[in-house]
């Protein structure tokens, strides 16, 4: 490591594996900074599929990814969780990362932490400690089966220990800013800008009838399942791309799949992702209004943009934000022909009928509609674009003091709490 080459400790919430926040913001700050990543603890009681098949061991893992990358793979007691284990995560991990410090020589400038482990302010003078809210983690404890209350305390803890604060969401930023007596600055999820690939697609998806829509990412119980049957009824078919969490309405959901006009596609490449997209005529972000979502940032409505696809979305606040911003940068165009918000199902399916066409009654011949429909592919990729990792990442980096280059008229002011 060069003497000047700034290292970032990055305690991520998720495994390296999993394409997340984390993975995606971490890997683009690698222009900024050496990274020493931090899975999320593990245990010899974690599942092999939340460990992504890596062996059982007692110990930590340390492995290189690459010359900007460098892994920790901590270990915790059995039952996480529970009552008395729990107290024991936070000091283990601690005492995992200082570890590695001493195996690797690593001198960190920064440390990143997306999840309210008692992780932060322990690392010396000098070391930025940042808080990055990728979730709204109060608000998601029952579906993760968790105490509201003890994550609320270890939320003003790690709130309070942090010298930067930034949030995923308007809402999250909102409650933040109120909880630390400071403007918090918002940072969303972002995308990654393509173009269709060209990779082929399963017979059943190009032989569905159009026009199609598409939900692609994770799907749980986030998901109002009643609204995605409703748009089946209604005609449209469905191209279904993503891990199905088997706790989330199994039968439902098995029948589906079942229907002629779905096709489930299960989980693929992430590389892959875009062409499943570009196999549909639209994406839809059909998600419940819970607390929950109301503070996330959906990643899959910048995906559709970013593959040349219309989104239908739920009316929730980051959507909204999105939709602002769409109608602040294209003022030549219709937002409502890329981007729709609904708050009901009615005015969903009305949104999917005004982008995609009515089921069973396809466009009339028209020498214009190829274009039309090039020209809409073209405007969602051009915003998509204004929502990449990389610039999340640059705004990231500038608020832990990485940089000095970030533009502030890309992001708005830190100083005000605006958008990074």
């Known amino acids: 490591m060069n003497a000047g080459d700034p290292y970032l400790i990055w305690m991520a919430n998720k495994m390296w594996e999993d394409y997340s926040t984390d993975r995606h913001l971490a890997r683009e700050l690698e222009r900024h900074a050496r990274i020493l990543w931090v899975d999320a603890p593990v245990s010899l009681a974690t599942s092999a599929r939340g460990r992504f098949g890596a062996p059982r061991t007692l110990w930590p893992i340390l492995s290189v990814l690459s010359d900007r990358v460098t892994r920790l793979t901590p270990t915790a007691l059995p039952g996480i969780t ?3 284990v729990r107290a024991t995560t936070a000091p283990l991990l601690r005492a995992q990362v200082r570890w590695a410090l001493r195996r690797t020589g690593i001198q960190p400038c920064a440390v990143v932490a997306t999840h309210l482990q008692d992780v932060l302010g322990r690392w010396g003078s000098g070391v930025v400690n940042a808080l990055h809210g990728t979730d709204d983690y109060v608000a998601g404890a029952g579906l993760m089966g968790l105490s509201a209350s003890r994550l609320r305390a ?5 709130v309070a220990q942090a010298d ?3 949030a995923i969401s308007p809402l999250l930023a909102e409650r933040w ?3 630390r007596g400071a403007p918090v600055p918002l940072i969303p999820n972002g ?8 990779h082929a697609l399963p017979p059943a998806s190009r032989n569905l009838p159009r026009p199609v829509a598409g939900l692609v990412g994770r799907l749980n119980a986030r998901i109002d399942i009643d609204l995605v049957e409703a748009i ?15 706790r989330w309405e199994p ?3 098995a029948a589906l799949t079942r229907r002629p006009n779905v096709h489930y596609a299960g989980r693929v490449p992430e590389d892959e992702t875009p062409a499943y997209i570009a196999a549909t005529d639209i994406g839809i972000t059909p998600y419940l209004d819970s607390p929950f979502n109301r503070a996330s940032f959906p990643r899959k409505t910048l995906d559709y943009l970013s593959a040349g696809r219309p989104t239908v979305t739920t009316a929730l606040p980051a959507a909204q934000w999105l939709l602002n911003e769409l109608t602040c940068s294209d003022q030549n165009g219709l937002p409502g022909r890329i981007l729709a918000l609904a708050d009901d199902h009615a005015g969903f399916i009305n949104a999917m009928r005004y ?3 009515d089921p069973g009654k396809p466009h009339q011949a028209d020498d214009g509609l190829a274009d039309r429909e090039s020209a809409h592919a073209d405007r969602c990729r051009a915003f998509a674009a204004r929502h990449s990792w990389s610039r999340r990442a640059d705004a990231l980096a500038a608020a832990i003091g990485l940089t000095a280059n970030t533009s502030a008229a890309a992001y708005g002011d830190v100083r005000g709490g605006g958008v990074l």
């Open 82 to 84: 529970r009552f008395g």
């Open 154 to 158: 270890q939320e003003r803890r790690a």
């Open 164 to 166: 930067v604060v930034t």
């Open 177 to 179: 800013s109120a909880l």
């Open 191 to 198: 995308c990654t800008p393509v173009r269709a690939s060209t």
């Open 232 to 246: 089946v009824d209604a005609g449209f078919s469905l191209l279904v791309v993503g891990p199905h969490d088997s």
């Open 251 to 253: 039968g439902r959901f």
């Open 355 to 357: 982008i995609a066409g």
